[in-house]
């Protein structure tokens, strides 16, 4: 089973990179912002306790976003492997994604970081806030403090997975095609 953990700030590219790697390696593709802004579309408990958040840049509850994981999975079982997109967002996560993986008798196959500098990263999620209607990619405030929560909080998740030896680095500027060619490279040399 592949299982594949895309990993880099907001607007390296995650949402793009992991529908190739989903179309050429047959893997069900697990969001947790798009799990998230369902939740939040259709009104739930867990959308409204979502938003309050998201709005505000924050990170949602660690236990909330592994339950919903664990229910990805579980609904799943036929899958040749899964793509982790926004998750894990925190060592604990990682940890706990670890722990639930091992439950069912599974384990991330490598960790694949799109690596973007800030600058690019704020031109891009400006650019996709006047196309996308999401309001967390039109405020170049929220944008920065999404930046640095991933830099503060997320990036230490690549150490967990580099004392693994499950990390792969990915300069993530340049054309879609490009990008990818270096991402398939990756995983077909494992």
């Known amino acids: 089973m592949l299982n594949i953990v895309l990993f880099g700030p907001p607007g390296a590219g995650k949402g793009t990179q992991s529908e190739n790697i989903i179309a050429k390696y047959q893997l069900v593709h697990l969001s ?63 940890e706990a994604l670890d722990t639930l993986l091992a439950s069912k008798d599974a384990s991330i196959s490598m960790m694949i970081a799109l690596e973007v500098d800030n600058e690019e990263l704020m031109k891009r999620l400006l650019l996709r806030g006047k196309d996308s209607g999401r309001p967390d990619d039109a405020n170049p405030d929220i944008i920065r403090k999404r930046i640095e929560e991933y830099n503060n909080k997320t990036a230490p998740v690549a150490n967990f997975y580099k004392a ?26 494992r």
């Open 32 to 94: 947790t912002g798009d799990i998230l802004r369902s939740e939040i579309a259709n009104g739930t408990e867990l959308g409204r306790e979502a938003k309050k958040l998201m709005d505000q840049g924050l990170l949602v509850p660690d236990e909330v976003v592994i339950g919903m994981i664990s229910n990805k999975l579980d609904a799943n079982k036929d899958a040749k492997g899964f793509i982790f997109d926004g998750f894990p967002r925190t060592v604990a996560q990682a």
């Open 164 to 189: 693994q030896e499950k990390f792969k680095s990915i300069h993530g500027i340049g054309s879609i095609e490009e990008i990818f060619g270096k991402i398939s490279g990756t995983i077909d040399a």
